[in-house]
């Protein structure tokens, strides 16, 4: 079992950064991709980036490329969301998801475990 735990979300303006943090427990961390999903109101849940244990295989959705980076340290069980630019489309709620078979991937489905969630909010 892994357990996960987002933070690092809050009110922010347009233009603004945030840093997602989603600390892990459980299960040895460095064994599963890693993946970052959001959900906005009314809207279904979408993928935003993913990464594999090691790091070498990183895959971001068109829509966050060049603003977002994602990142992990293994050693501290913790995987990051650089967020840039914020604009109000990307107001949601965050989640962070571990693969055990090391797959990054954009299917919501292909993830085992999921944290709760923390809610970005950007204002125009």
């Known amino acids: 079992q892994v357990h996960l735990v987002e933070s690092g979300g809050g009110l922010v303006q347009t233009g603004d950064s945030l840093r997602l943090s989603c600390a892990a427990s459980g299960r040895p961390f460095s064994n599963y991709a890693m993946g970052w999903f959001r959900q906005a109101p009314g809207k279904e849940r979408e993928f935003v980036a993913a990464?594999?244990?090691?790091?070498?295989?990183?895959y971001y959705a068109d829509f966050v490329k060049g603003r977002f980076t994602i990142s992990r340290d293994n050693a501290q069980k913790t995987l990051y969301l650089q967020m840039n630019s914020l604009k109000p489309e990307d107001t949601a709620i965050y989640y962070c998801?571990?693969?055990?078979?090391?797959?990054?991937?954009?299917?919501?489905?292909?993830?085992?475990?999921w944290g709760r969630g923390t809610q970005v909010t950007v204002s125009s």
């Open positions: 990464i594999t244990w090691s790091g070498a295989y990183i």
């Open positions: 998801a571990a693969n055990r078979r090391d797959f990054a991937t954009s299917s919501g489905d292909e993830y085992d475990y």
